[in-house]
């Protein structure tokens, strides 16, 4: 008797086992398995929905309100979008000036970080310590950063006296509504090291063999930056270009800290930047429904930006994967 | 070394002898270092290290230098004592400023390796129906600035009663981010499954298999998450503005404002404490760095290539 039960009970349980695999129905292990799917991606969701799309739902709507979260929002439809484009010339400054940097400081520091990458990647001595200065200033924090080139920059600080023994007379940097966009471009350049580091190892992973056919072939060391090396780091600049963009829309800090005496965005709204501007409108007047508008009217803007982006990139992005 | 190895024919790199094995860039003209390149460098290097030598001998400047704002790019004046004095002197409980800096920095870190290992590593290895769209969900998120959601992120907390608290601060780590969930997929996809099997026959759960196999090969990755992390954390300036307005709570990055801010337009800042207090922001992110840039380094690649491609 028992033989027969022991016997049995193996091809029972294949057969179930068989019958859960033809239906569509997920077996108790798959059911196991998903839920433990779920119930360990939980923190992200959780934080998705409580710190991302619950908010950016809310924060849609608070841009369709006037709104200073202490009386009740009054619903005001597209205007404070109308407002920022039509009406109020601070934020077509805002977003001029936020042009303005993003346009130099980041292609500046590209062609820098490429410049330096190539000269390292040559047969320097003392590459590693070149390197490391080049690279030491990207690891200070960004308040640092900006507190040293407040005291650098300040009318009579060190780097005007240092333009004035080549006879300069140096400007008022901070205070002066011309120059506080190129102090501000300075400061993102002195973090070019950055960009620099991955390039020069994007560059190290060149193959030998393309630099000695095109020295075979006669090319300059000029010609071979830009017919070997270039293609080959254009993913690499690619990338750098993006990430570099979206950081100069979103440019603060800087701003915040190098302001005269604690006058944001000035001189003269010289250095008002999107999101000071939307800073100073949230947290300083309370014009929640105004900020959460410029907020997203930065979005679309870096969205746009984005995609002008990609759409090129297939023009000049070289992808050795495409080619084979 | 590497570009040699690289090269089809072993023997053809073998055979050219130790010279080239060494150097691979010898002989060719695109990496001949001409006294032109050594003059750039020298030149831009210099450039990139004034700045710290001026931090250096500014918060080593005395207290009357610095209200002449008579700096020297060199230090010629050692006050030693500044590195004592930033911490009693400038008004500012500098002390708390580092301490809630420490505890910020290191309960976000802890937060994001825990929440972005646990969420990493289901993404990666547990099969379930909707996780591809899930996925899909992950990456896009990581499109949007962090501008969209800080204003009802802020009167979220406001409501919460958080403000003038570290939780805003700290909190949203515990439920990761999609960078680092991103990172830590990729890693694990990387990991050989047959481990977890045999593991799993073995009667392991899916917790014991995150918790025993596969979370002490991660620890590379939750390395990098963790350098970056404090990093981001210690250094944030825009964070703690927004919700801590106590002298008493600020970090250190915020403090630092406050020191320079003084009560009239005409008088300078103390300049040589403000310096003390920027090596004091800049030196634990340094040390850090050198610590680990081996697995930094790697986040870095890792994170190049993905956006890229």
Do not use: C
């Amino acid at each position: 008797m028992s033989n027969v039960v022991v016997d049995e009970a193996p091809g029972a349980a294949r057969e179930t086992r068989g019958a859960g695999r033809r239906r569509p129905k997920m077996s108790g292990r798959r059911k196991k398995e998903a839920l433990y799917f779920w119930l360990f991606i939980s923190p992200w969701l959780i934080g998705f929905v409580g710190f991302l799309l619950g908010p950016m739902i809310a924060s849609v709507y608070i841009s369709l309100t006037e709104w200073d979260s202490f009386t009740p929002p009054e619903w005001v439809g597209l205007e404070n979008y109308s407002r920022a484009l039509t009406e109020d010339p601070i934020f077509w400054k805002a977003l001029g000036n936020t042009f303005y940097f993003a346009a130099i400081s980041v292609p500046l520091g590209l062609v820098v970080g490429v410049w330096l990458a190539n000269l390292l990647n040559k047969r320097v001595r003392g590459r590693k310590l070149f390197r490391t200065f080049i690279y030491l200033p990207t690891l200070v924090p960004l308040v640092a950063t900006a507190m040293v080139f407040k005291m650098v920059l300040a009318p009579s600080g060190p780097f005007n006296d240092l333009l004035g023994w080549f006879g300069i007379d140096g400007p008022q940097w901070l205070l002066s509504a011309t120059w506080i966009k190129p102090a501000l471009i300075i400061l993102s350049v002195w973090g070019a090291g950055g960009a620099t580091v991955l390039l020069l190892s994007a560059m190290n992973g060149i193959p030998r063999e393309l630099y000695e056919a095109a020295e075979i072939d006669g090319a300059s060391p000029w010609r071979q930056f830009w017919s070997v090396t270039f293609p080959q780091i254009t993913p690499v600049i690619f990338f750098n270009l993006i990430m570099g963009l979206i950081g100069a829309f979103q440019i603060f800090s800087q701003v915040y800290i190098l302001a005269p005496n604690n006058n944001v965005g000035g001189p003269d709204n010289a250095s008002q930047m999107m999101v000071t501007l939307l800073f100073q409108e949230a947290f300083s007047f309370y014009h929640f429904g105004y900020a959460s508008a410029i907020a997203w009217l930065l979005f679309i803007v870096i969205l746009l930006f984005t995609v002008i982006a990609f759409r090129t990139a297939r023009k000049w992005v070289f992808y050795e994967t495409e080619v084979r | 070394m590497a570009v040699a190895s690289q090269t089809p024919d072993h023997a053809v790199a073998a055979a050219k002898g130790r010279r080239a094995d060494r150097d691979p860039k010898g002989g060719l003209s695109a990496f001949k270092a001409s006294p032109a390149t050594y003059a750039v460098l020298l030149i831009v290097s210099a450039m990139f290290f004034v700045p710290f030598v001026l931090m250096v001998s500014i918060s080593l400047a005395s207290d009357q230098t610095s209200a002449q704002n008579a700096f020297t790019v060199l230090p010629t004046e050692f006050e030693w004592g500044n590195f004592a004095e930033v911490f009693t002197a400038t008004g500012l409980p500098v002390g708390r400023f580092v301490l809630n800096s420490v505890l910020i920095a290191t309960l976000s870190a802890v937060g994001q390796v825990l929440s972005s290992s646990l969420v990493g590593y289901a993404f990666a290895r547990l099969r379930a129906p909707g996780k591809g769209v899930m996925f899909m969900i992950v990456l896009a998120t990581m499109m949007i600035p962090a501008q969209i959601t800080m204003i009802p992120q802020f009167l979220l907390f406001k409501e919460l009663g958080w403000v003038n608290t570290y939780l805003p601060l700290i909190v949203p780590n515990f439920f990761t981010n999609a960078f680092n969930v991103f990172l830590v997929r990729q890693f694990v996809s990387r990991i050989s499954g047959e481990l977890d099997e045999a593991a799993q026959m073995d009667g392991l759960g899916y917790f014991g298999v995150y918790r025993r196999i596969i979370l002490p090969m991660m620890w590379p990755i939750l390395t990098a998450i963790a350098i970056f992390t404090l990093t981001a954390a210690w250094g944030d300036f825009m964070g703690p503005l927004i919700y801590l307005n106590s002298e008493e709570s600020m970090p250190l990055a915020l403090g630092l404002q406050y020191m320079t801010s003084t009560s009239n337009a005409m008088q300078l800042p103390p300049w040589n404490l403000v310096m003390v207090g920027s090596i004091l922001l800049t030196v634990p992110m340094i040390a850090i760095y050198y610590l680990g840039q081996k697995y930094l380094y790697e986040m870095n690649l890792q994170g190049g290539s993905a956006g890229v491609k």
